[in-house]
Nanobody
Framework: QVQLVESGGGSVQAGGSLRLSCAAS????????MGWFRQAPGKEREGVAA???????IYADSVKGRFTISRDNAKNTLYLQMNNLKPEDTAMYFC???????????????WGQGTQVTVSS
């Protein structure tokens, strides 16, 4: 059974930083595409960043230069370092495992429960 468990969310002021973590189990983590998505209230879920074992990472334009995705295969853990946070980054952030390095949720098969990030101005 695949499990993805996010942690590290919280409330920060604009300009602050947070690091999200996602602990993965139940599948061959090292070869999987891993990614972060987010969903703000009243909006559709959108891709933020993704990484695989051979290529990448890729980022949404809105977070380029501010967010960094990384993975530790020895720990089966995915990270998202978020710097210079803005109020528009406020959302529930989800970790996902998928089949293709694309920021399109149709290609992602497994999802965590999410961790809330709130950025105040």
């Amino acid at each position: 059974q695949v499990q993805l468990v996010e942690s590290g969310g919280g409330s920060v002021q604009a300009g602050g930083s947070l690091r999200l973590s996602c602990a993965a189990s139940g599948y061959t983590y090292s070869s999987a595409c891993m990614g972060w998505f987010r969903q703000a209230p009243g909006k559709e879920r959108e891709g933020v960043a993704a990484i695989d074992s051979d290529v990448g990472p890729i980022y949404a334009d809105s977070v380029k230069g501010r967010f960094t995705i990384s993975r530790d295969n020895a720990k089966n853990t995915l990270y998202l370092q978020m710097n210079n946070l803005k109020p528009e980054d406020t959302a529930m952030y989800f970790c996902a495992a998928g089949r293709a390095l694309l920021l399109d949720q149709r290609y992602w098969d497994y999802w965590g429960q999410g961790t809330q990030v709130t950025v105040s101005s």
